[in-house]
T-cell receptor, first 116, second 113 residues
Framework: AQTVTQSQPEMSVQEAETVTLSCTYDTSESDYYLFWYKQPPSRQMILVIRQEAYKQQNATENRFSVNFQKAAKSFSLKISDSQLGDAAMYFCAYRRYQGGSEKLVFGKGTKLTVNP | EAEVAQSPRYKITEKSQAVAFWCDPISGHATLYWYRQILGQGPELLVQFQDESVVDDSQLPKDRFSAERLKGVDSTLKIQPAELGDSAMYLC???????????FGPGTRLTVT
């Protein structure tokens, strides 16, 4: 079964500093997608970044980048130059296909606090 | 920018009562998802629609939960009767189709007393 594990329930960072959120996953598939979603308080979940497993190059979106280690099944998110607006719950997710269905399997999340 | 709409945003109901949530996906999105997010957990898929057809409801507690998307556009999720353990955030998401990004609505926070 595919599982996603986020071992850090909470993290904090100083404004303008860099923070890394960890995620590991378990799968027997060779081709898949991984995602990081951000869920601000009382607001909808939005996609931060995605990584296709067949691509060796790590994905980057402005201040957000990932360290994808396929063999280790690790997918960490690095936030550079942290801003107050980055404070949120961050969820790592794996996209799973089964029959005709496609669903996201989420980790339990990491609550990120940004200190001014 | 188009968004997924959900209502109500908050709902308090008593145990054994019926409750319903509504979702209006982004126009043109054929795939619609309902997720349940228990406090402190990540969302878990309850049901997925492709147009008006259910493609996955394996995690939907069918003795009390039902979902429909009659015209392949908006969708309703119903719980009858509600139980204390149903207290959670219910999220709706939509996408253009397979391998497309899922866009989430703001959710409905349900409290069962």
């Amino acid at each position: 079964a595919q599982t996603v594990t986020q071992s850090q329930p909470e993290m904090s960072v100083q404004e303008a500093e860099t923070v890394t959120l960890s995620c590991t996953y378990d799968t027997s598939e060779s081709d898949y997608y991984l995602f990081w979603y951000k869920q601000p308080p009382s607001r909808q979940m939005i996609l931060v970044i995605r990584q296709e497993a067949y691509k060796q190059q790590n994905a980057t979106e402005n201040r957000f980048s990932v360290n994808f280690q396929k063999a280790a099944k690790s997918f960490s998110l690095k936030i550079s130059d942290s801003q107050l607006g980055d404070a949120a719950m961050y969820f790592c997710a794996y996209r799973r296909y089964q029959g005709g269905s496609e669903k996201l399997v989420f980790g339990k999340g990491t609550k990120l606090t940004v200190n001014p | 920018e188009a968004e997924v709409a959900q209502s109500p945003r908050y709902k308090i109901t008593e145990k054994s009562q019926a409750v319903a949530f509504w979702c209006d996906p982004i126009s043109g999105h054929a795939t619609l998802y309902w997720y349940r997010q228990i406090l402190g957990q990540g969302p878990e898929l309850l049901v997925q629609f492709q147009d008006e057809s259910v493609v996955d409801d394996s995690q939907l507690p069918k003795d009390r939960f039902s979902a429909e998307r009659l015209k392949g556009v908006d969708s309703t999720l119903k719980i009858q009767p509600a139980e204390l353990g149903d207290s959670a955030m219910y999220l709706c998401a939509s996408s253009l189709g397979r391998e497309s990004e899922q866009y989430f609505g703001p959710g409905t926070r349900l409290t069962v007393t």
